[in-house]
């Protein structure tokens, strides 16, 4: 686990370095998420750092001991920005994680083990302001099971059209400089 936190430090760090304008593309979000085939909830985490069109999304989330499966997920998506509706975003996503299958050892499939990688392919759907919610549906090929996510995100730094800044007043025409 040490290893894949290192691993996602170095990639983060090397996109940040690489990006002048970092400063101004940073967005901080919470979601809630339910696992269609365990019937469990979770929160979650995540941090976006958007690069024109491409976002690279470290996240957390963690399903409580009330569920079925009680486990925890460290990971890494790539959203891919695929086309724009008005202010609205559809994008598809690429994710990898680590999974800490906590209650691991009350299972009765052979191949349930406390330490696991997933991968995950999905779609998504949020907006282009500032405060952005969000809604995703993706598919886990380890498990074999979907999940939906809602939540929000909240990017700094946004200005309204004219670069004049946030001000006393705020517009409706805000956007973020991530996709101007």
């Given at each position: 686990m040490k290893m894949f936190f290192k691993f996602t430090l170095i990639i983060v760090f090397t996109?940040?370095?690489?990006?002048?304008?970092?400063?101004?593309?940073?967005?901080?979000?919470?979601?809630?998420?339910?696992?269609?085939?365990?019937?469990?909830?979770?929160?979650?985490?995540?941090?976006?750092?958007?690069?024109?069109?491409?976002?690279?999304?470290?996240?957390?989330?963690?399903?409580?001991?009330?569920?079925?499966i009680t486990e925890y997920y460290a990971g890494l998506s790539l959203h891919l920005n695929?086309?724009?509706?008005?202010?609205?975003?559809?994008?598809?996503?690429?994710?990898?994680?680590?999974?800490?299958?906590?209650?691991?050892?009350?299972s009765t499939m052979d191949d349930a083990q406390q330490s696991n990688w997933d991968g995950?392919?999905?779609?998504?759907?949020?907006?282009?302001?500032?405060?952005?919610?969000?809604?995703e549906y993706r598919y886990n090929f380890k498990w074999k099971e979907t999940n939906l996510r809602i939540g929000v995100m909240y990017f700094f730094w946004c200005n309204n059209k004219n670069n004049k800044g946030g001000g006393k007043r705020m517009r409706k025409t805000m956007t973020c400089p991530a996709y101007d």
């Open positions: 996109f940040l370095y690489n990006t002048n304008s970092f400063s101004q593309k940073l967005g901080v979000g919470v979601s809630a998420i339910y696992n269609f085939q365990t019937e469990s909830f979770a929160p979650g985490l995540r941090v976006e750092i958007p690069y024109k069109r491409l976002s690279i999304v470290p996240q957390v989330a963690y399903y409580p001991s009330f569920n079925k695929l086309f724009y509706v008005k202010s609205w975003a559809f994008y598809c996503l690429a994710h990898g994680s680590y999974n800490a299958w906590l209650n691991h050892s009350s995950e392919v999905g779609v998504g759907l949020t907006t282009r302001k500032c405060f952005r919610p969000f809604i």
